[in-house]
């Protein structure tokens, strides 16, 4: 069982449409970080959320980070099709070090 | 600061040999770490350093598999007898942290290993 579910699994959406992530574990994390990934190409950091109910916007973008810190969910407004990518959430667990627990990924097409 | 660079990109090998990567993390980043991502799932973390010290070693990462980071600065991976199964991307990833909730990891390119 992944202890960080991710949902939806694959997204495709037209141009100008709004769409969420869901991020959802059963285990508390003392952070969380959404990464973006091209195809043959390494993660690229979107955001950190550390706080238990915070919201950070990045242009289109919104991340939120549940109040119990065991989920998160990332909003996109008006989907472009530079939004293409998969899309990855990412946890680090109390008293774990650094490493990190990563989602399954969501792979995110938007059609012009 | 140019990032955490990775070679090779792509290695394809035959099943039985050995095969080595090696990451250069960005500079003065004190944490490096290793993961495999095969297609269509996240990241699955495999051990990381602390400066020289080998802090924590994945299950995942069996008898076959050995990371060194002689110096503190680069690392290599090294896969002995490759078996088709570890056919996956191997990613490098390095950080600073300040304190642990802000350990944020810069990830390389990654090396695609493909096993025959």
């Known amino acids: 069982t992944q202890l960080l579910e991710q949902s939806p699994q694959f997204l495709s959406i037209q141009e100008g449409e709004n769409l969420t992530v869901y991020c959802n574990s059963s285990?508390?994390?003392?952070?969380l970080q959404w990464y973006r990934q091209e195809p043959g190409e390494g993660p690229v950091l979107l955001v950190t959320?550390?706080?238990?109910?915070e919201v950070k916007k990045l242009k289109r973008l919104t991340f939120q980070f549940g109040d119990a810190r065991k989920d998160s969910s990332l909003h996109i407004t008006a989907a472009q099709p530079g939004d293409t990518g998969l899309y990855l959430c990412a946890g680090r667990l109390y008293n774990q070090g650094g490493k990190l627990i990563f989602g399954q990924g969501t792979e995110l097409s938007v059609k012009p | 600061d140019t990032g955490v660079s990775q070679d090779p990109r792509h290695k394809i090998t035959k099943r039985g040999q050995n095969v080595t990567f090696r990451c250069d993390p960005i500079?003065?980043?004190?944490?490096l770490y290793w993961y495999r991502q095969t297609l269509g799932q996240g990241p699955e973390f495999l051990t990381y350093f602390q400066n020289e010290a080998q802090l924590e070693k994945s299950r995942l990462l069996s008898d076959r598999f050995s990371a060194e980071r002689p110096k503190g600065s680069f690392s290599t991976l090294e896969i002995q007898r490759t078996e088709q199964g570890d056919s996956a991307m191997y990613l490098c990833?390095?950080?600073?942290?300040?304190?642990?909730?802000?350990?944020?990891?810069?990830f390389g390119p990654g090396t695609r290993l493909t096993v025959l």
């Open positions: 959320v550390v706080t238990g109910g």
């Open positions: 990833a390095s950080s600073q942290p300040l304190a642990e909730y802000t350990d944020t990891q810069y």
């Open positions: 285990s508390v994390f003392s952070s």
């Open positions: 500079s003065e980043h004190n944490r």
